[in-house]
Structures are given as C-alpha cells and as structure tokens.
C-alpha cells in the first residue's frame, strides 16, 4: 500500500555507536524486545567491525547469539569487510548492510579508504552475500553536506549509486550525515535521482541536528520516498556538532507520519517505553520533542 511507511529502527547500532556509555548486552536484547513489542520489523541489530574501533558494540557477537533469525523480523548488521560478513553469515544474519560515503574526505576518514578502495571492498562482500542468499542494503553519507568538504556534487551520489545497484542492494540509504540541508536541497538531490531510479529503491536517513529532518521526510514523502530511518528516543548524538542531536527521533517520525495520515503500524507508547528503557540504562536525557511531550 502506498501510503504505509517503512521504518528501520537504528538505535541499537547507530544510536548506541554513537553513545558513551556501554550498554550491556542483557539490556540491548531487552530494549530490542520493547522495540519489537512497539511494532518494529526492521531493526538494524550492530555492527561487526575491529572492537577497538567501536567499543560500544564490542558485544556484537555476544548479542547476536541471542536472537531468533526464524521468526519473521529483518535483523541487519553492518559488515564493512569479508571477515565481518563470515561473521554475520555464520550467526544467522539474513541481511546485512554495506556504507559508502559521497565524500572522499569523510570516507578517508570515516572508513579509511577512499571511495573506489571501499567500493572494492564491498564488491568482495557482495558477491559474498549474495553467494549465501543475504539480502545487501546499502548506505550512502554525506549525501548533500559533509563536515570536511562542505557542499557535496550529486554526481558523486549518483555513482554510488549504480554501483550499490550493480552490487544487488536491494535498498540504498540517503544518509543526509550532518542534518544540514534543508527540504530544498533534499528536492534538487532527490530530483536527479529520482530521473534515473525508482523512489522504491531509496530510504531517507536524516539527522535533526538543526531540526530539520521532518522537513526532509516531509518533502521526501511528496517526492514517492516511503521508508525512513530513526533512532528510538533520538538515540546516538552527532559528532560533528557539538552537544546536537543526531539522527532524527522514531517518536518525532511516527507521531509526523501517523499524523499526516500515514501508516507506520508502530505502537508510540510501547516505543515510548522502549525509550524510557534505555534511557535509564545510558543515565542521560534523551531530547526527542514527542517523546518529552508524551512520556
Ligand atoms: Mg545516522
């Protein structure tokens, strides 16, 4: 149907990587549970990268093993390289997701490759993947700003692109990074995109730095997009901007869609709950507007 959205809840991988506290793995399967009581099918579970680099989701495999990957939930995991995604095959994943930066500057940075070097990489994990039957999702950063080089060409998302499709993603992730640009630059990005692929393929990956993600998944909404990535409680902050907020609020997005007469099918207050969990557990206050309006 055309007007239910899909959601993928990032916060145990993108939220939490971005946290300072280590959660404990008993508590992650527990928010995960209240997460999927809210309603949530698509849940981004970690990331399976060198555990000095993310010490936050250290407990990637420990978690893992407590999952059911019978039942009828998409659980993802971010696999940069081939050893991760053995990893991922070998604890049940059926879906993993590959990152790839517009930017050759955050790339350097973020990855420590340059973008044809990463794009080499995922080759390697795709052909892989799709050897085992896993479903390949794929994200794009700095679509439109980057912290290191400002304003981004489309071009160079463009090209990510046809090389994520070529690879098989089944769905690429328009990661607007530093919550920047505005629903107008979101429109000229979207415009060429949308001349060469379906809006089908594409997920909206905000962040409300600046407030303004609602308005970018408001003009995404007009332009055909129908999924959308966030973060229970407006987990995980922003690196780049000091003491922001990161990526845009699940609460702020389902109360926006459900509002405007969309179809989420996620449970505000059961996700409420969830947040107040995990709230707890990281001894800080989460700021999502619709989470501190109806807590
Ligand atoms: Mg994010």
Redesign the pocket.
């Known amino acids: 149907m055309e007007d239910e959205i899909k959601i993928t809840e990032?916060a145990l991988r993108?939220g939490l990587q971005n946290e300072k506290k280590f959660i404990e793995t008993e508590s992650k399967f527990k928010f995960l549970k209240l997460l999927e009581e809210a309603g949530f099918n698509h849940i981004e579970i970690t990331s399976f990268v060198r555990k000095d680099k993310i010490p936050a989701l250290a407990d990637a495999e420990e978690f893992s093993k407590k999952l059911n990957f019978n039942d009828d939930k998409s659980y993802s995991a971010l696999t940069p390289n081939s050893i991760g995604l053995e990893k991922a095959i070998e604890l049940g994943y059926k879906e993993i997701a590959i990152f790839g930066a517009a930017s050759e500057t955050f790339s350097k940075k973020n990855i420590n490759a340059t973008i044809q070097e990463s794009i080499e990489k995922f080759k390697e994990v795709s052909i892989k993947a799709k050897q085992n039957s896993i479903k390949i999702r794929a994200y794009i950063s700095t679509i439109i700003h980057c912290p290191y080089e400002g304003k981004i060409d489309s071009e160079k998302v463009i090209f990510l692109i046809e090389e994520f499709l070529n690879q098989g993603a089944y769905e690429i992730s328009l990661?607007e990074?530093i919550g920047l640009a505005t629903s107008f630059e979101v429109e000229e990005l979207l415009s060429k995109i949308l001349k060469k692929f379906p809006a089908k393929l594409f997920a909206g990956?905000f962040?409300d730095t600046y407030s303004f993600a609602l308005g970018n998944v408001s003009k995404s909404l007009e332009m055909g997009i129908r999924s959308f990535?966030s973060?229970a409680g407006g987990l995980?902050g922003c690196p780049y901007a000091n003491g922001a907020s990161?990526?845009l609020a699940t609460e702020d997005l389902v109360f926006f869609l459900e509002s405007s007469g969309y179809k989420t099918n996620i449970d505000l207050e059961k996700l409420i709950l969830a947040s107040k969990f995990i709230e707890e557990k990281l001894s800080r206050n989460l700021i999502s507007k619709t989470y501190l309006a109806k807590k």
């Open positions: 990032v993108d990661g990074t990956h962040h990535d973060s995980g990161g990526n």
